[in-house]
């Protein structure tokens, strides 16, 4: 199994799973010209895709899916609550699923495990995705951790992380303060810190990748969530992954 991101920010979102035949797109948040570039960066074709996993209804993760999934075949999962929000937007396409926030559905060669997390969405869920032997987890919007996504996270093999913000940058932005009250509430976006408590909470001896994903570009660095994430694990910041906004990353193998 191996996955890698087309893109990871609040500008748009997209990360492939890839094993055997099966390639799953979580979240597309770029137009249709721009999700087949940053595709075709990686080595794939729109229509080698099996499928787009949808984690919420926000822009920057849904916005894309409706017009890509129907220019190219490709069948679309979200969750009730998700679908029930931007329904009318995949009105007329056919393989539009919809599944409960616990429900583990299968695509190909590919388990998706979905898990709620605490975001001021719908029915907001994050994936764990296995293909029976490694298992990938994915995080990129909550506000917080609960013991849920713990257990949901414990174990795995690699880790796609949000660290959206560092504490003390947001603070001091010149964003409105309802803005910094959302960012960093309880249903907003994980901060450094936030991420590295979160990762100190989980089992971390099979992990061989971790990326910190979501950085904000206004009020984070990657040398600061890279610091924080290092410092949970107790590695160099070298071992630690970012995903950007422009190119994502590139392939990393799971064995």
């Known amino acids: 199994m191996r ?4 893109g990871s920010g609040s500008e748009g979102n997209g990360l492939v799973v890839e094993s055997g035949k099966t390639r799953l797109l979580i979240d597309c948040g770029f137009g249709v010209r721009d999700t087949a570039a940053r595709l075709a960066r990686i080595g794939l074709a729109p229509e080698s895709l099996s499928a787009i ?3 919420h209804e926000h822009a920057d993760h849904v916005g894309g899916v409706p017009a890509f999934a129907s220019r190219h075949g490709i069948p679309v999962w979200l969750t009730f609550g998700t679908l029930g929000i931007t329904g009318e937007r995949f009105a007329g396409m056919d393989r539009v699923y919809g599944f409960d926030s616990h429900d583990r559905f299968v695509v ?4 998706v495990r979905p898990f709620p997390v605490p975001h001021d969405a719908r029915e907001p869920v994050q994936f764990v995705v296995t293909d029976g032997a490694v298992r990938l987890g994915v995080v990129t919007d909550l506000g917080t951790t609960t013991r849920y996504v713990e257990m949901s996270l414990s174990g795995c093999d690699a880790l796609v992380l949000e660290c959206n913000h560092d504490a003390d940058m947001l603070a001091q932005s010149d964003y409105p303060m309802s803005l910094k009250q959302r960012i960093g509430g309880r249903f907003g976006h994980l901060c450094n810190d936030g991420a590295a408590t ?3 909470a989980l089992d971390t001896s099979h992990l061989q990748h971790i990326v910190a994903a979501h950085l904000s570009q206004q009020n984070n660095t990657p040398a600061r969530a890279c610091a ?3 410092g949970a694990l107790g590695c160099t910041t070298d071992w630690i992954g970012v995903a950007d906004q422009a190119r994502g990353f590139d392939w990393r193998s799971l064995s």
């Open 53 to 55: 996993i949808v984690t």
């Open 108 to 111: 190909g060669d590919l388990e």
């Open 3 to 6: 996955f890698a991101s087309i």
């Open 198 to 200: 979160l990762l100190r």
């Open 228 to 230: 924080a994430l290092a």
